[in-house]
Structure formats: C-alpha cells, structure tokens
C-alpha cells in the first residue's frame, strides 16, 4: 500500500507547533509540582522530607563573620584576669604545650594584652560587653552571647572552616548549607543559601577566602550558597 507523502512543513509552521507545545509541558509542570507539594500532608517546604515538624519561629538567618575585625575579648568577652596580668609572659601553667602558630612559634616571650577599652554592664541583664559597643549594648537584653566555643586551631584558615562548618579540614556543610537542608525554602526560582562578600575567592585581605566556607559539602550541590559578586553583575 503506498502512503501520501506529507507536506513539507515550513519553519514557521514547525516553531509555531513546537512552541505551543513547549508551553504546555511548562504548565503541566508547574501545575504537577504544586500537586506534589501539597500532596505530603505535612505543610513541609521543599527541603529535608517531612520537616520541619513544626512551624519555624525565625524566617531567614543572617550570619555575618568579620574575618580581621576585633577579637571577642576587645568586645565581648571580658578577662579580668588578663587586665591584672598585663605585660607578663603566659603562664607555663596556662599555655603548656599548646601548640604555636607559624608566626609566634619563634618569639623569646608571649606578654598578655589585654583589651584596649573597658568593659561595662548593659541592660537588664548586666551583659558585660565593651565600652565600644554602645548601640550594640542598648539591644543587650535581646541577644544571645555564646562565650563557650573554642578552636584548638592556630591558623586562620582552618579556624575559620571549624566555626563555619565545625571541622577544621574542608568538606564538610557550611552552617548555611544545613539550614537550606533542614528548613528549605518557599520557592524553588530563588537560591535559599546567598553569599556576600568584600573580597575574591583565592586572594587575601589579611586572611585566606576560600569557596568551602560556604559549600555545600557532601550534601546535594543545590545547598551549596550563591555567591553574590561585590561588583558587576551579582551573579
């Protein structure tokens, strides 16, 4: 049986059919994720599946980290002690076999500076902050100081990994890596996990800045945090 040859469809033609359809398996998919979305029971947001079980109190989390800006006992974490002991070398007792950086490994003595500016009460709650953070000071009854993290890092690098992803060697999740993991996020056209920064991964400004402060880790690579450029276009 010979069959009719069929037109020959022009460009035109061919774009017009192609689009139409294209448009419909848009909507078929938009309509299809929503269906899925709400099909789980649980009111989760995309993200760790059927959490979290309860309704999150904080919206959005802003973590700012001031590499090369005043240590916590210049402003919150105060050291009487260090203030009676100005100038004097650390005690064997205290400083044992710590072990020493690179840069303070050759010196003859370790004298103890304490901070530069007095430290006052704020706030109901007599928050013993620096005499340098008034403003931050009139909020003190509002926040959290956490004075019990430690590093045995000595290095910046290393130290900067541990607090950002609690481990010292790179590879782990960075903290806002986890949180895009375990709450998720109300769309999925916009990142959950943004990143800004004053400088470019690889060069200095004082300190090291590396990619895997904010990565992802071994979760999915859709965790990892978008980096927002400091010039041009954002991203």
Same mark, same amino acid.
């Given at each position: 049986?010979?069959?009719?040859?069929?037109?020959?469809?022009?460009?035109?033609?061919?774009?017009?059919?192609?689009?139409?359809?294209l448009?419909?398996?848009?909507?078929?998919?938009?309509?299809?994720?929503?269906?899925?979305?709400?099909?789980?029971?649980?009111?989760?947001?995309?993200?760790?599946?059927?959490?979290?079980?309860?309704?999150?109190?904080?919206?959005?989390?802003?973590?700012l980290?001031?590499?090369?800006?005043?240590?916590?006992?210049?402003?919150?974490?105060?050291?009487?002690?260090?203030?009676?002991?100005?100038?004097?070398?650390?005690?064997? !007792?205290?400083? $044992? %076999? /710590?072990?020493?950086?690179?840069?303070?490994?050759? &010196?003859?003595?370790?004298?103890? +500076? =304490? *901070?530069?500016?007095?430290?006052?009460?704020?706030?109901?709650?007599?928050?013993?902050?620096?005499?340098?953070?008034?403003?931050?000071?009139?909020?003190?009854?509002?926040i959290?100081?956490?004075?019990?993290?430690?590093?045995?890092?000595?290095?910046?690098?290393?130290?900067?990994?541990?607090?950002?992803?609690?481990?010292?060697?790179p590879?782990?999740?960075?903290?806002g890596?986890?949180?895009?993991y375990?709450?998720?996020?109300?769309?999925?056209?916009?990142?959950?996990?943004?990143?800004?920064?004053? !400088?470019?991964? $690889? %060069? /200095?400004?004082?300190?090291?800045?590396?990619?895997? &402060?904010?990565?992802?880790?071994? +979760? =999915? *690579?859709?965790?990892?945090?978008?980096?927002?450029?400091?010039?041009?276009?954002?991203?």
């Amino acid at each position: 049986m010979i069959q009719s040859i069929p037109k020959v469809v022009s460009r035109r033609e061919m774009l017009g059919s192609v689009g139409g359809g294209l448009g419909m398996v848009a909507l078929a998919s938009m309509m299809g994720a929503g269906k899925v979305a709400g099909a789980t029971g649980s009111g989760a947001v995309p993200g760790l599946p059927e959490l979290p079980h309860h309704l999150a109190r904080a919206k959005r989390v802003v973590i700012l980290w001031q590499g090369g800006g005043p240590s916590h006992i210049d402003l919150f974490d105060d050291k009487p002690v260090m203030r009676q002991m100005a100038g004097k070398d650390i005690p064997e !007792s205290i400083r $044992g %076999k /710590t072990r020493l950086s690179t840069m303070s490994s050759s &010196y003859a003595k370790w004298p103890i +500076l =304490p *901070s530069i500016k007095p430290f006052q009460k704020y706030g109901k709650s007599g928050l013993s902050l620096s005499a340098m953070l008034p403003n931050v000071g009139s909020m003190a009854d509002d926040i959290c100081v956490v004075r019990s993290m430690n590093t045995e890092a000595v290095n910046h690098a290393p130290g900067v990994t541990f607090f950002m992803t609690g481990a010292q060697a790179p590879g782990r999740p960075s903290m806002g890596s986890w949180l895009s993991y375990g709450l998720g996020c109300e769309t999925d056209n916009l990142p959950t996990f943004v990143v800004m920064t004053s !400088s470019d991964s $690889g %060069k /200095t400004c004082g300190q090291l800045f590396f990619d895997y &402060y904010w990565g992802n880790g071994f +979760l =999915p *690579s859709r965790f990892q945090g978008v980096r927002f450029r400091n010039t041009g276009d954002l991203v």
